[in-house]
């Protein structure tokens, strides 16, 4: 028998067990920080399948690390798990499906690992929705797991199947002014006013953005301003986004906010904190050489991809974090015959549907076929890592 068959057999053969934990993590959604059901159900079922695994990692009590290394050496090759949900709606991102799949996409490898060498690694990374400790990879990345790593894939259920695309760096940033409590009629000259401060970065954002390129967001709300209208606020507060097309635009982008935040603060006599609420997010580096290898594999399974790669990213991920250290894919698997927009009810009914458990099979299939090849093929592997390297350094 040949591997592409043992790994198709080791995929049909688990597979309405793997169904089961993603309709279990779809019934019980659980926020960034907050993912223990999932984090304890995934990483169980690796520990089960033979892999060695550790939970409570890079700094994230919901993350795992589960590894197989073979008697064999070989590239390493890590799949990405994600399982978080978003709140109040639950899991209408497909996170319940995409940690299962690459869950399954390791077992299935595993069972040729033994023969043609290598390690295979699966990276269970909490909050890729943002919260609360959020947006985990950064911290993965930060903290040294992927410095031993040759490539890294994951899928992410979508409407229609496509290929990895770009997406935008994004530091999420929070803002607090410090002013000085007064009574806003009678005594208004002993105050400073904590929400005056948020208005001039308001504004001054409004003012910054006509010099600023297209792929610059910026974009907040304020989180506290006050607690009496006769009383001068001595404390406001505002959370933004600053996102661009690269980090080192966005890096740029970080530094003149900053100082719009020193000049609001300066203006108004108020004193300020600034700094990110969780993990900054990186752009995401493409790799199409490595891509063409997950559509090769789409295509033989009798799918081909519908959905273009778009000219520029409209969100943000923290794959992207992944792909600036290492080649990274990321494509979509179609989990609907019709529309669906992300972050819906109907992408949340869709991420438990027939045809969403079904894309189990098939993402857990193309994803190990996948990096079965870069296992055995060594010249491949280094060409999509001279690609990456070339890609990286070519960023705006």
Same mark, same amino acid.
Request: glycine letters at 10%.
């Given at each position: 028998?040949?591997?592409?068959?043992?790994?198709?057999?080791?995929?049909?053969?688990?597979?309405?067990?793997?169904?089961?934990?993603?309709?279990?993590?779809?019934?019980?959604?659980? #926020?960034?920080?907050?993912?223990?059901?999932?984090?304890?159900?995934?990483?169980?079922?690796?520990?089960?399948?033979?892999?060695?695994?550790?939970?409570?990692?890079?700094?994230?009590?919901?993350?795992?690390?589960?590894?197989?290394?073979?008697?064999?050496?070989?590239?390493?090759?890590?799949?990405?798990?994600?399982?978080?949900?978003?709140?109040?709606?639950?899991?209408?991102?497909?996170?319940?499906?995409?940690?299962?799949?690459?869950?399954?996409?390791?077992?299935?490898?595993?069972?040729?690992?033994?023969?043609?060498?290598?390690?295979?690694?699966?990276?269970?990374?909490?909050?890729?929705?943002?919260?609360?400790?959020?947006?985990?990879?950064?911290?993965?990345?930060?903290?040294?797991?992927?410095?031993?790593?040759?490539?890294?894939?994951?899928?992410?259920?979508?409407?229609?199947?496509?290929?990895?695309?770009?997406?935008?760096?994004?530091?999420? #940033?929070?803002?607090?002014?410090?002013?000085?409590?007064?009574?806003?009629?009678?005594?208004?000259?002993?105050?400073?006013?904590?929400?005056?401060?948020?208005?001039?970065?308001?504004?001054?954002?409004?003012?910054?953005?006509?010099?600023?390129?297209?792929?610059?967001?910026?974009?907040?709300?304020?989180?506290?301003?006050?607690?009496?209208?006769?009383?001068?606020?001595?404390?406001?507060?505002?959370?933004?986004?600053?996102?661009?097309?690269?980090?080192?635009?966005?890096?740029?982008?970080?530094?003149?906010?900053?100082?719009?935040?020193?000049?609001?603060?300066?203006?108004?006599?108020?004193?300020?904190?600034?700094?990110?609420?969780?993990?900054? #997010?990186?752009?995401?580096?493409?790799?199409?050489?490595?891509?063409?290898?997950?559509?090769?594999?789409?295509?033989?399974?009798?799918?081909?991809?519908?959905?273009?790669?778009?000219?520029?990213?409209?969100?943000?991920?923290?794959?992207?974090?992944?792909?600036?250290?290492?080649?990274?894919?990321?494509?979509?698997?179609?989990?609907?015959?019709?529309?669906?927009?992300?972050?819906?009810?109907?992408?949340?009914?869709?991420?438990?549907?027939?045809?969403?458990?079904?894309?189990?099979?098939?993402?857990?299939?193309?994803?190990?076929?996948?990096?079965?090849?870069?296992?055995?093929?060594?010249?491949?592997?280094?060409?999509?890592?001279?690609?990456?390297?070339?890609?990286?350094?070519?960023?705006?």
């Amino acid at each position: 028998m040949t591997h592409a068959k043992t790994i198709e057999q080791e995929v049909d053969g688990r597979l309405n067990a793997y169904k089961e934990i993603a309709l279990a993590i779809h019934d019980k959604p659980e #926020v960034s920080n907050y993912e223990f059901f999932a984090c304890e159900t995934l990483s169980d079922k690796l520990k089960a399948e033979g892999f060695e695994v550790e939970v409570d990692v890079a700094g994230h009590r919901t993350g795992f690390d589960a590894r197989y290394k073979s008697s064999k050496p070989g590239p390493t090759i890590a799949f990405l798990a994600e399982y978080d949900a978003l709140p109040g709606i639950g899991h209408a991102c497909g996170h319940n499906i995409f940690g299962t799949t690459s869950s399954l996409a390791a077992v299935a490898l595993k069972s040729v690992i033994e023969e043609i060498g290598g390690e295979i690694r699966v990276y269970g990374t909490p909050g890729e929705e943002g919260g609360e400790n959020g947006s985990a990879k950064g911290s993965f990345v930060r903290e040294g797991f992927l410095n031993d790593v040759d490539a890294a894939l994951c899928v992410h259920p979508g409407f229609g199947h496509g290929l990895t695309g770009p997406s935008l760096a994004n530091d999420p #940033v929070d803002v607090e002014f410090f002013g000085r409590s007064s009574h806003a009629s009678a005594a208004p000259e002993k105050g400073i006013n904590a929400l005056d401060a948020v208005i001039f970065v308001y504004n001054a954002v409004n003012a910054l953005r006509q010099h600023l390129t297209d792929d610059v967001r910026i974009h907040g709300v304020i989180t506290h301003g006050g607690d009496a209208a006769n009383v001068v606020p001595d404390y406001a507060s505002a959370r933004f986004y600053l996102r661009a097309a690269s980090r080192p635009t966005l890096n740029d982008v970080y530094e003149k906010f900053e100082n719009i935040v020193k000049a609001a603060a300066l203006s108004t006599g108020a004193t300020y904190k600034f700094g990110l609420f969780q993990n900054s #997010v990186d752009n995401t580096v493409l790799t199409p050489s490595f891509d063409a290898i997950y559509e090769k594999h789409l295509l033989a399974y009798g799918e081909e991809i519908t959905q273009e790669i778009p000219a520029k990213g409209g969100g943000s991920t923290d794959v992207g974090n992944i792909s600036q250290v290492v080649p990274t894919i990321q494509p979509h698997i179609s989990i609907s015959d019709s529309y669906i927009a992300g972050h819906s009810i109907e992408f949340k009914a869709a991420s438990r549907s027939e045809k969403g458990l079904d894309s189990i099979a098939l993402g857990a299939k193309v994803l190990a076929q996948t990096a079965y090849d870069l296992i055995v093929d060594a010249d491949l592997l280094q060409a999509i890592k001279e690609e990456h390297a070339e890609n990286v350094k070519n960023q705006d």
